[in-house]
């Protein structure tokens, strides 16, 4: 299985960007895909997960209503943000989680993808 996140880039704050992240291989039936960033020096965090079958979401708490993640079409799950601020600027990553239980934490997850960027100016 490999993941591959794409979307991110450079906005001012109050912007918006659309994170996506296209999954691939032989077989691939997770039981839930989740969000999580990195900025420099600090631990990488959850940002938002959904189940496979979309009807159930999460979010953290610093999310605030401001970002939306969704099951699009075939296996691409999408991450749209707004309202940004510079304490968004991190390294989005994608992973996905084969096991049911919690999606809030990086061991919930067996597959990770490479990071995009998402740099928030003031």
């Known amino acids: 299985v490999q993941l591959q996140a794409s979307g991110g880039g450079q906005v001012q704050a109050g912007g918006s960007l659309r994170l996506s992240c296209l999954a691939f291989g032989r077989t691939f039936s997770p039981y839930a895909m989740g969000w999580f960033r990195q900025s420099p020096g600090k631990e990488r965090e959850f940002v938002s997960s959904?189940?496979?079958?979309?009807?159930?979401t999460n979010y953290a708490d610093f999310v605030k209503g401001r970002f939306i993640i969704s099951r699009d079409s075939g296996n691409t799950v999408s991450l749209q943000m707004y309202a940004l601020e510079p304490e968004d600027s991190a390294v989005y990553y994608c992973?996905?989680?084969?096991?049911?239980?919690?999606?809030?934490?990086?061991?919930?997850?067996?597959?990770w993808g490479l990071g995009t960027q998402v740099t928030v100016s003031s």
């Open positions: 992973a996905a989680s084969t096991s049911f239980g919690s999606t809030r934490f990086r061991s919930d997850y067996d597959y």
């Open positions: 959904i189940v496979w079958s979309g009807e159930w």
